[in-house]
């Protein structure tokens, strides 16, 4: 249980909750199980109409920072009162902070500056002493210049679209400005370390998965004669869920009876819809739309085989390691992806789940055919899987490292005079 006594972590987000972000949601839990203070800020207020059942049990209370996007007068009023106060308290400072850049349109940036200047009236009214903010695009750039107006220290988590889609000078500025930094790769943390000018520590911090919630069948032993095929992601280029529809394409014409689930959803769905009729693939392939976790885990369990075909992007979007692989792991599918990013950190071919060449649907089927053809395989393969997410993919054990890091930081502001203007107690 959290000790309202104990220093208050801000933990600032995009969205807050956000149904595809259960990997934040877990941590937030477990740091609150742990004993961690929080306050949660959200940039944007939810659009998800389902919730993870998990969120019932959350202790922090919620700020909506108000928006440009979509516009109000409410919101316009509230964002002009905070900036107004803040302009008239030291001008110089106020105006020198229009001109960061965010790798934004001059309205975003003119947004991330508003909501900055209204999370510093947060900030004081609620008593934080150190932000942390989750993905080092938008929410660091608000956690910046929140930084510069009122002296909070803050760190930050980095992901992997907000990664490899910003510029390399804006990431080493917000790097070097924030008290630390963690990602969930070895290879971002790498990328990261090497374009950083700073002395800013840069941890890996993998994420975790609760093992308790997330248990398996005990597998029958009995041939299945329509195995299923599972994925589950945003339907976004660079899940590569074209690349799937096309190896059961190829799956298909070697006359192999399967159903293929993918469950998800994004801006790509009617781009995916048209390539399964296209294909002819209506009768097998399926689009099962959001699912919270609990719900994912009962299909986890029917599943026989689980495939993420992910891809570097042209743009350099890309995943880190894509949560649902941990899942399906956890849950002993056996799993099939490729061999980009920090996916390797993950899977070994052959030895806890298959890899294969991104946009390579003929490889894809081969493993595919041989993993239906071959259920002894299968098992080693989601035996050797659930043993290795339970090694080192523990929400326990890696929070634990977590709450570590941050109360380290926060051991060295006990005894120093509060840096805002309201009262923060830190005994």
Same mark, same amino acid.
């Given at each position: 249980m959290a000790n309202n006594n104990n220093p208050k972590i801000g933990y600032? $987000?995009? =969205? %807050?909750?956000? #149904?595809?972000? =259960?990997?934040?949601?877990? /941590?937030?839990?477990? $740091?609150e199980r742990q !004993?961690?203070? $929080?306050?949660? %800020?959200? $940039? *944007?207020?939810? &659009?998800? /109409?389902?919730?993870?059942a998990a969120l019932q049990t959350l202790k922090a209370d919620v700020t909506y920072i108000p928006s440009l996007f979509p516009r109000s007068s409410q919101d316009i009023v509230h964002l002009q009162e905070a900036n107004v106060l803040l302009m008239q308290q030291n001008v110089q400072n106020y105006f020198q902070l229009l001109h960061l850049d965010h790798s934004t349109t001059e309205i975003e940036s003119l947004n991330i500056f508003l909501q900055a200047g209204y999370l510093v009236k947060a900030i004081r009214e609620t008593g934080i002493c150190h932000l942390h903010a989750h993905f080092i695009n938008i929410p660091t750039a608000?956690? /910046?210049?929140?930084?510069? #107006?009122c002296g909070i220290p803050y760190s930050i988590t980095a992901h992997a679209k907000d990664i490899y889609l910003s510029k390399p000078e804006v990431l080493n500025r917000r790097i070097s400005q924030a008290k630390f930094v963690l990602t969930c790769t070895k290879y971002n943390q790498q990328f990261l370390q090497k374009l950083s000018t700073s002395n800013t520590p840069i941890y890996l911090s993998y994420h975790g998965l609760d093992l308790a919630k997330f248990t398996p069948n005990i597998k029958q032993e009995v041939v299945k004669t329509l195995p299923t095929i599972l994925s +589950? !992601? *945003? %339907?976004?280029?660079?899940? !590569?869920?074209?690349? #799937?529809? &096309?190896?059961?394409?190829?799956?298909?014409?070697?006359?192999?009876k399967f159903q293929c689930l993918i469950v998800g959803y994004g801006p790509l769905q009617t781009e995916i819809e048209q390539l399964i009729a296209e294909l002819k693939l209506e009768h097998c392939i399926f689009l099962v739309g959001k699912m919270t976790q609990d719900e994912l885990i009962e299909v986890y369990r029917q599943a026989d085989i689980f495939v993420l075909p992910c891809h570097i992007t042209e743009n350099g979007d890309r995943d880190g390691i894509p949560n649902v692989l941990l899942e399906a792991m956890a849950m002993k599918v056996p799993v099939i992806s490729t061999n980009i990013s920090g996916i390797v950190e993950l899977i070994e071919h052959k030895r806890n789940g298959i890899l294969v060449p991104p946009k390579e649907p003929f490889t894809l089927a081969k493993e595919l055919e041989n993993l239906i053809n071959n259920p002894q395989f299968r098992n080693v393969l989601s035996h050797q899987g659930r043993v290795d997410v339970s090694s080192n993919f523990s929400i326990k054990k890696? =929070?634990?490292?977590?709450?570590?890091?941050?109360?380290? +930081?926060?051991?060295?502001?006990?005894? &120093?005079?509060? +840096?805002l203007e309201a009262e923060v107690s830190l005994v």
């Open positions: 600032l $987000l995009k =969205t %807050f909750p956000k #149904l595809s972000e =259960t990997f934040i949601l877990n /941590e937030i839990l477990e $740091l !004993g961690i203070n $929080l306050h949660i %800020f959200s $940039l *944007r207020k939810p &659009q998800d /109409e389902k919730h993870h608000v956690a /910046e210049v929140a930084a510069h #107006l +589950v !992601g *945003r %339907f976004c280029e660079k899940k !590569g869920f074209p690349h #799937l529809i &096309q190896a059961c394409k190829l799956l298909k014409e070697r006359n192999y890696n =929070t634990t490292d977590l709450k570590n890091i941050f109360m380290s +930081v926060l051991a060295k502001y006990r005894s &120093q005079q509060p +840096v």
